[in-house]
């Protein structure tokens, strides 16, 4: 199975701040990509799949780039409705896997 | 509204089964393929298992495989997750979530969500 490897794990950041999350592949899943966010106690939400291709609602603060292994979650201005559990997930191989998650907390 | 609700969940012991079931509405639900994924207390997502809108195309997780079974009833809008010798570290937020292929021609990419439903394996 294709391993997904998120770093950090966890953050601390201020309302304002630009946040940068990275997700890596154990092989190369061109841009199969997908970014969703998780609140405790709710399901995951996508934000964005194909690598950069934002979901409808979603706010254009929000952007995701990357290609092959590598792939990155960029906030540009952090909101307070933002602290929360981010996942990247790939949709190349036959099995579906998630990396481990970063949390967004406040500074 | 398109929407998920999840029921079925419980406390089970070690070794008994369980079945989940995922109520969908306001889409056309024969049109997608459907998951399930589970996350254990304080941890990731982990994805379990898919079907294509016929049912008759499927995939599981090597964790599950032999013991879990996915399928649906399109006529009743409603996905299952029939789970068997079930375990302590099977124990989780069980959701179902729809495939975003349909709509979008992302596959494997899960655009709505159940409010999940909780599954303790416990004596």
């Known amino acids: 199975d294709i391993q997904m490897t998120q770093s950090p794990a966890a953050l601390s950041a201020s309302v304002g701040d630009r946040v940068t999350i990275t997700c890596r592949a154990s092989?190369?899943?061109?841009?199969?990509l997908n970014w969703y966010q998780q609140k405790p106690g709710k399901a995951p939400k996508l934000l964005i799949c194909?690598?950069?291709s934002l979901q409808s609602g979603v706010p254009s603060r929000f952007s995701g780039s990357g290609s092959a292994t590598d792939f990155t979650l960029t906030i540009s201005s952090l909101q307070p409705e933002d602290f929360a559990t981010y996942y990247c997930?790939?949709?190349?191989?036959?099995?579906?896997?998630f990396g481990g998650g970063t949390k967004v907390d406040i500074k | 509204e398109e929407k998920l609700v999840e029921s079925g969940g419980g406390l089970v012991q070690p070794g008994r089964s369980l079945r989940l079931s995922c109520t969908a509405s306001?889409?056309?639900?024969?049109?997608?393929?459907m998951h399930w994924v589970r996350q254990a207390p304080g941890k990731g997502l982990v994805w379990i298992a898919r079907?294509?809108?016929?049912?008759?195309?499927?995939g599981y997780a090597d964790s599950v495989r032999g013991r879990f079974t996915v399928s649906r009833d399109n006529a009743k809008n409603t996905l299952y997750l029939e789970m068997t010798s079930l375990r302590g570290e099977d124990a989780a937020v069980f959701y179902c979530?729809?495939?975003?292929?349909?709509?979008?021609?992302?596959?494997?990419?899960?655009?709505?969500w159940g409010q999940g439903t909780v599954v303790t394996v416990s004596s």
């Open positions: 306001g889409f056309t639900f024969s049109n997608y393929w």
């Open positions: 194909g690598a950069s």
């Open positions: 079907l294509d809108g016929d049912g008759n195309n499927i």
């Open positions: 092989q190369s899943i061109d841009i199969h």
């Open positions: 997930q790939q949709s190349y191989g036959e099995v579906v896997t």
């Open positions: 979530a729809r495939d975003g292929g349909y709509s979008s021609g992302y596959f494997d990419t899960f655009d709505l």
